[in-house]
């Protein structure tokens, strides 16, 4: 059995007291044998647990915290609501637990040595905290929402399943003509994700369109569409499909980690983005990829084995047609290989505050046509995000006026 350092134990048996409970949901990390077998370790006051791919527990002290890795756990919607945020692991789901730890605790100079996970109910507001569990292992936090829509779409509306983050990216190559065996990274190891071949049906390739709704709680949306309040999600939904159990992130479940385990088809232990901030111990420094200033330099940390859609695309998709690009990455920071790219723009600008500096370039809110309650621009942050999504739209017409005005596939 792997043991942990003596300084990390002490670590470990400090924060899983019972005194800690309603704040530390799990310690996670990872170990080697003697044999050079890696494990996976989840730890709170009530046990410690060893854990393998494909589900597999080994009870180390105590019980097993983490009981159930349901991806489907919490289903349907009204049981969600019924138990918002579980008081204790074992009432709760960590889908996929072993395959996410022992990518997050993969990368030799980026992982840390430990992670602290949140219980859901934990609010630090004095800190400038999230209700909850943002970053979490827990099913609620990590259940993404996922439909497919379009000519290449199977239709059934609501359908009980589920995917992984992973699995989106290789999934929209595909659909773009990249060969099925063509989706490995540059050194040729194969993707973490797969075709999501199920929801599909055969056809040629053809224009392929990402929307990532960055923190979107899939419960919620797809409760809103079904009621009727969210039309354009509904109408998607009616041209294809919606997985009710959405695409599961990986670990931590927060934007930089996800958005390039998104567009890569590989998770942090190979892409090296490990969260919103890390410490990268080969360089001894601090990287902070989640800030305005910052983002237009993402593609930066990426590990350079790995290839992006974009890449991919660009390898093995015919060259651009008529000067329209290929591919485009809009208002997106993972964009290493778009032919097009918001971020490209902001390195070309020069500008040293990065996105933080455009803020005169930016359209103004009061006017956005989307805008249904001027009273929400009061938030500085919902004021922004009209901005940024104006200016995203306005992109996506100009760069395919010419598909939008005639139907053209270039």
């Not at 996970?117 to 934990?122: D, E, I, K, N, T």
């Not at 890449?311 to 032919?339: F, K, M, Q």
Request: glycine residues 12%; proline residues 8%; hydrophobic residues 40%.
């Amino acid at each position: 059995m792997p043991h942990l350092h003596p300084d990390h134990e002490r670590v470990v048996a400090a924060l899983t007291t019972p005194d800690l409970a309603a704040i530390v949901d799990l310690v996670v990390w990872a170990a080697t044998d003697e044999a050079g077998d890696r494990y996976a370790f989840a730890a709170n006051h009530l046990g410690r647990v060893r854990l393998e791919p494909g589900g597999r527990h080994t009870v180390v002290s105590g019980i097993d915290p983490i009981a159930s890795e349901d991806p489907m756990a919490f289903l349907p919607y009204a049981a969600e609501l019924a138990d918002p945020s579980p008081s204790q692991s074992i009432d709760n789901a960590y889908p996929y637990a072993a395959e996410r730890l022992l990518s997050f605790f993969a990368e030799p100079d980026r992982s840390p040595d430990l992670a602290i996970v949140h219980s859901p109910r934990h609010f630090f507001p004095e800190v400038g905290g999230h209700i909850g569990e943002h970053g979490s292992l827990d099913i609620i936090q990590s259940r993404a929402p996922l439909i497919i829509a379009g000519a290449r779409a199977r239709r059934g509306g609501y359908v009980d399943g589920h995917a992984r983050l992973i699995d989106v990216g290789p999934t929209l190559a595909w659909l773009a003509g990249v060969p099925e065996a063509a989706l490995c990274d540059g050194a040729g190891a194969p993707l973490d994700g797969r075709v999501l071949r199920e929801h599909l049906v055969d056809g040629p390739p053809g224009p392929v369109v990402g929307i990532l709704w960055d923190g979107a709680h899939c419960g919620d949306l797809l409760d809103l569409a079904a009621c009727g309040e969210l039309p354009a999600v509904a109408r998607l939904i009616a041209g294809g499909r919606a997985l009710r159990g959405g695409a599961v992130a990986q670990f931590p479940s927060i934007t930089l980690t996800n958005h390039t385990s998104i567009l890569t088809g590989v998770g942090p232990g190979r892409h090296g983005v490990m969260g919103n901030v890390y410490f990268d111990r080969a360089k001894s420094e601090r990287v902070v990829p989640n800030d305005n200033s910052t983002w237009h330099r993402s593609s930066d940390w990426l590990h350079p084995e790995v290839r992006t859609v974009f890449e991919l695309v660009g390898e093995h998709v015919l060259p651009r047609v008529g000067g329209a690009p290929r591919t485009a990455s809009v208002d997106e920071a993972i964009d290493r290989g778009a032919d097009y790219s918001t971020m490209q723009l902001i390195r070309d600008s020069g500008q040293a505050g990065g996105a933080g500096g455009l803020g005169d370039r930016l359209p103004d809110p009061r006017s956005s046509p989307f805008l249904a309650d001027p009273a929400h621009l009061a938030d500085d942050y919902f004021s922004w995000g009209v901005q940024v999504d104006d200016l995203g739209l306005t992109q996506m017409r100009q760069l395919y006026a010419r598909y939008l005005r005639d139907g053209s596939s270039t």
